[in-house]
């Protein structure tokens, strides 16, 4: 299979999609907010429960492609448990990340999990996938209770 | 005595695309997303170039030379539409920019004119967008109701669910003739003679019709059609909408400016006739003549050759695609031509669609713009092959393998 296929499908990314962590809806959340790609039509809700501004739990449902989902999962797994303030400067590193801009090998490590999504950047149409759930993590975090759309 | 069968040469057709010699990822394109648009023959790009290199002027403008014979060419091509889909009069072949620019026309301007409060407009729910929306905008400005036509679980309109919407206060009905998600061809013929006893206009979008079947407007007896260059195998940014004389001439202007007008004063400003009257501005002048180009390159292969070339291949890609395993197509219509919608159990249209790319093969993945049809089978999304008569065979049989790399992929 070619390389550069498996640097976007990594093992990590395969699992995420197929089980993926904190897929359900939050009943005591109390931030929320819903993202979609009108492009491809994906879409996904994220709930949260912020509790001075410490993400205390949080969770996300939605339909969309391997990479999409994948990448909610993981944002979940490791945003539970930050500031609001972390999740954001992780927010602006991974998308660094996907587009390709981040590449100083250490800080890209930095990320742990995160950078399973390196291989991303390689293919432009599918950066808007991997980012959808943490520009819809960013409105959730500030509460506004609009729809976000990546287009 | 014994009469040839002419049969379309492929591998004749395929020298005329210079894009098909394209590599992908190091492997040769295979181009699936002719619904999308269509790649653009040899004579069509060569037009273009030569109509830059040696008659670039504005039309129905100058008394120079290179205007004159700019307008002639440009002119020239309205008569091969004209001839294309055997419309009577010159006066019913507007020049737009594409279907959308079409659909919205008649919208404005039409519904401008004769749609009133109350009144029912009716659509199918296979519609692309571009069907729905400026209906959707005139509705809401006049307080009109938007009526849709149901479908079944294969993707077919149902006709008994028509004939009970359409009443009194029906006062456009405006479908397409071949859906561009699923491939379905709807009887367009028998909806515009159930509209028609009851006076009732309507508009086929023929987007995804006109690069596949002769169409005869007169014998489809169609109170409007529109299609779009692009997908005729011409460059982009140009369209035709056909429109019977009769309700051009009582239509109003849709965008005004110049080339619209037959005398300007700030106090009365008198139209143009038609189809001048609907064509503000300077055209897409190469994009025209090069749209008479592909009408030539098609005449001269044959529509008759290629709807049974395609209609053999869509037959083929039918069979050997529904037999890979775990891939259930969307939309089974008896009469469907051209497009190949299906989904991959557990894997999503877009997994799908960048897996392929690597074996060179381009195919749509998403809501194909008809975000309806995919609530109607409630999925956000499909992969979709649709087909053109240079594609082959082989190429069908290595999309087949290449879908079952995808569960490699994905374990």
Same mark, same amino acid.
């Given at each position: 299979m070619d390389s550069e296929l498996r640097e976007l499908y990594q093992q990590v990314i395969l699992d995420h999609n197929?089980?993926?962590? =904190?897929?359900? !809806?939050?009943?005591?959340? =109390?931030?929320?907010?819903?993202?979609? =790609?009108?492009?491809?039509?994906?879409?996904?809700?994220?709930y949260l429960q912020l509790e001075h501004d410490v993400v205390k739990d949080i969770s996300f449902i939605g339909n969309g492609c391997a990479i999409s989902k994948s990448s909610a999962s993981l944002m979940t797994a490791i945003v539970k448990g930050k500031t609001k303030e972390e999740a954001e400067?992780?927010?602006?590193?991974?998308? =660094?990340?996907?587009?390709?801009?981040?590449?100083?090998?250490?800080?890209?490590?930095?990320?742990? !999990?995160?950078?399973?999504?390196?291989g991303v950047h390689e293919f432009p149409a599918r950066v808007k996938c991997a980012s959808l759930a943490w520009h819809t993590l960013h409105v959730a975090l500030n509460n506004t209770e609009e729809k976000i759309s990546t287009e | 005595m014994l009469t040839d069968v002419k049969t379309l040469d492929v591998q004749k057709i395929r020298k005329d695309f210079p894009i098909l010699n394209t590599l992908v990822h190091g492997k040769p394109l295979v181009y699936f997303d002719n619904a999308a648009t269509t790649q653009k023959p040899l004579c069509v790009i060569q037009k273009e170039e030569e109509y830059y290199k $040696?008659?670039?002027s504005n039309i129905h403008r100058g008394v120079h030379s290179l205007s004159q014979k700019a307008t002639t060419a440009y002119e020239q091509a309205r008569e091969k539409v004209l001839r294309f889909i055997n419309a009577s009069r010159l006066s019913e072949i507007v020049i737009t920019k594409g279907t959308t620019d079409s659909i919205n026309l008649v919208a404005s301007s039409f519904g401008k004119k004769f749609i009133k409060e109350g009144d029912e407009i009716i659509i199918s729910h296979l519609e692309h967008h571009s069907n729905i929306v400026p209906w959707q905008l005139l509705c809401e400005e006049k307080g009109a109701k938007l009526k849709v036509i149901p479908i079944n679980d294969k993707g077919e309109i149902i006709f008994e669910a028509f004939e009970k919407l359409i009443s009194d206060k029906t006062k456009f009905i405006s479908v397409v003739y071949v859906s561009n998600s699923l491939g379905t061809v709807n009887p367009v013929k028998e909806i515009i003679q159930l509209a028609h006893s009851k006076n009732i206009p309507v508009l086929i979008d023929a987007a995804q019709?006109?690069?596949?079947?002769?169409?005869? #407007?007169?014998?489809?007896?169609?109170?409007?059609?529109?299609?779009?260059?692009?997908?005729? %195998?011409?460059? @982009? &940014? #140009?369209?035709?909408?056909?429109?019977?004389?009769? +309700?051009l001439e009582e239509m109003p202007p849709y965008q005004g400016g110049g080339d *619209?007008?037959?005398? #300007?004063?700030?106090?009365?400003? @008198? +139209?143009?006739?038609?189809? +001048?009257?609907?064509?503000? &501005? $300077?055209?897409?002048?190469? &994009? #025209?003549?090069? *749209? &008479? @180009?592909?009408i030539d390159y098609l005449n001269e292969t044959g529509m008759d050759l290629i709807s049974s070339y395609e209609k053999d291949l869509f037959e083929y890609a039918n069979t050997k695609l529904s037999s890979v395993e775990k891939l259930t197509p969307i939309g089974t219509a008896e009469n469907k031509l051209s497009v190949f919608s299906f989904a991959l159990e557990g894997i999503h249209p877009h997994d799908i669609g960048t897996i392929l790319d690597f074996d060179g093969i381009a195919i749509r993945t998403g809501h194909h713009c008809t975000q309806p049809v995919m609530q109607r089978f409630g999925i956000p999304a499909t992969a979709r092959?649709?087909?053109?008569? %240079?594609?082959?065979?082989?190429?069908?049989?290595? $999309?087949?393998d290449a879908l079952k790399k995808v569960f490699e992929v994905f374990g």
């Open positions: 197929k089980s993926p962590r =904190n897929f359900k !809806k939050l009943d005591d959340a =109390n931030h929320h907010a819903e993202g979609h =790609n009108p492009l491809c039509g994906d879409h996904l809700d994220i400067h992780l927010f602006e590193k991974f998308h =660094n990340l996907v587009t390709g801009k981040l590449k100083d090998a250490d800080e890209i490590e930095a990320l742990g !999990k995160l950078a399973v999504f390196q | $040696t008659l670039n019709a006109i690069q596949h079947f002769k169409i005869d #407007v007169q014998e489809l007896d169609c109170d409007f059609l529109a299609f779009s260059g692009h997908k005729l %195998y011409a460059p @982009t &940014g #140009v369209g035709i909408l056909y429109g019977k004389e009769k +309700y *619209m007008i037959a005398s #300007v004063t700030f106090e009365k400003t @008198t +139209y143009n006739s038609l189809p +001048y009257k609907f064509e503000a &501005g $300077t055209p897409n002048i190469a &994009g #025209v003549i090069g *749209m &008479g @180009t592909a092959i649709s087909l053109s008569f %240079y594609n082959t065979k082989e190429e069908i049989d290595f $999309t087949a």
